[in-house]
């Protein structure tokens, strides 16, 4: 039998002073979900709620919903979090109450605060905002794993679907959905409900969808995905290739109609269409897919070919976010089986990132959360953590 943990002490918990500035970010929160308590005898609110989270997740001796539940306790915790003694039912109840609006409008006002990162100054030439998008299965945890399987039901655990913003280095919008990725749930509907105007949506083949498409161009932004190879194309322009798209592995640029029109059961682009199409290069140590073109479909007219290919290079940021959101965030171990629970985490966690970005002026990354997780414990100071910006500017 596995010993049982001691319970949490004061010199446990540190960081709290400095998650002490972060309460006014959150105080718009307060009322959300008391809408049916009219006798005001709610005692956790969600913004008290969501500084328990960002605790939990700046905060590595914080494993789990117990841990949490034990740092309410600590009256360190309640004189300057303002949280009160909060029991395990109450944070267990708290998903089927609050609500995650209120996280993405405060995501919305944070990300809205970043600067652009050093990037290829080629990007520069696309006016809407390059947003990657993509969606990751958390069935894989075992935990998740284990709270989806209800009698012989397979277990199908939940989808993340998550919106990355290339040139600012951080995500701005997040949905979470059952892990069948059917109806409602599928990648492609999920963006269909997230769809904002003046981006342009970087998208894998997973989203390949000539409506989807239309809905994208309809809600005033633009797309480049990748398409199968073997699409119907009837060009009507040929794009001569220049130095630098030789050199980028273009081998073909084109504008005309994407789809037959012997396919009347599906709807087809009602726009030009762009394919281009890129000798793809074998990954040193994976191999892959070496002798195969990618073809991208995209909208946008006046970019470059080369640029459209160094465009659809950035989708692969937000799969490097979602391993920073698993394995480096405190995400591996979720903290509600709800989710509106998962979702109110996820936006907790997207914050963090964001913070981060904020005070370092950088991408965030495993070190540098490492060390912001040591000053708030106490175990790094000032300086050491500015070293350790210094080190990362001479990268």
């Known amino acids: 039998m596995a010993a049982k943990k001691p319970k949490l002490d004061e010199r446990d918990v540190r960081g709290v002073k400095e998650l002490r500035a972060l309460l006014p970010l959150f105080e718009r929160l307060h009322g959300v979900g008391c809408e049916r308590d009219k006798a005001g005898n709610r005692v956790l609110h969600m913004d008290e709620y969501s500084v328990l989270i960002l605790l939990f997740l700046f905060n590595p001796i914080l494993t789990s919903l117990r841990g949490v539940q034990q740092a309410s306790e600590l009256k360190k915790v309640q004189k300057k979090l303002g949280c009160p003694r909060t029991s395990l039912g109450s944070l267990s109840e708290a998903t089927a109450v609050f ?3 209120g996280l993405r409008e405060i995501v919305g006002e944070l990300a809205d605060q970043l600067g652009a990162l050093p990037h290829d100054r080629r990007l520069d030439g696309v006016t809407q905002r390059l947003t990657a998008v993509d969606g990751s299965l958390l069935t894989r945890l075992p935990q998740i794993a284990q709270a989806a399987w209800q009698g012989r039901r397979r277990p199908d655990g939940w989808r993340l679907h998550a919106h990355f913003e290339v040139l600012r ?55 480049v995905c990748r398409v199968r190879e073997d699409h119907h194309f009837t060009p009507e322009q040929a794009r001569d290739l220049g130095p630098e798209a030789i050199e980028a592995g273009v081998l073909e640029d084109a504008v005309g109609k994407l789809g037959s029109a012997k396919s009347v059961r599906i709807e087809h682009p009602d726009h030009p269409v762009r394919l281009v199409r890129i000798r793809a290069q074998a990954h040193p140590k994976r191999g892959g897919a070496a002798g195969k073109d990618l073809v991208l479909a995209t909208n946008l007219m006046d970019v470059p070919a080369d640029v459209v290919a160094l465009i659809y290079v950035h989708r692969w940021q937000v799969e490097l976010f979602f391993r920073f959101f698993k394995h480096t965030l405190g995400c591996r171990h979720l903290l509600s089986e709800d989710p509106v629970g998962i979702e109110i985490q996820t936006y907790c966690a997207i914050i963090v990132c964001l913070l981060i970005s904020l005070w370092t002026g950088k991408k965030p990354t495993l070190r540098t959360f490492e060390m912001i997780r040591f000053y708030l414990i106490g175990w790094a100071d000032e300086d050491e953590v500015l070293a350790h910006l210094e080190k990362l500017k001479t990268h």
Not at 200 to 210: A, K
């Open 99 to 101: 609500r995650a609006e």
């Open 169 to 223: 280095g951080a995500p701005t919008n997040i949905e979470v959905t059952t892990g069948r990725n059917r109806k409602d749930a599928n990648e492609k509907a999920s963006l269909r409900r997230l769809l904002e105007a003046d981006r342009c949506y970087i998208l894998d083949r997973g989203y390949e969808q000539f409506s989807l498409f239309n809905a994208i161009v309809a809600a005033g932004s633009s797309y």
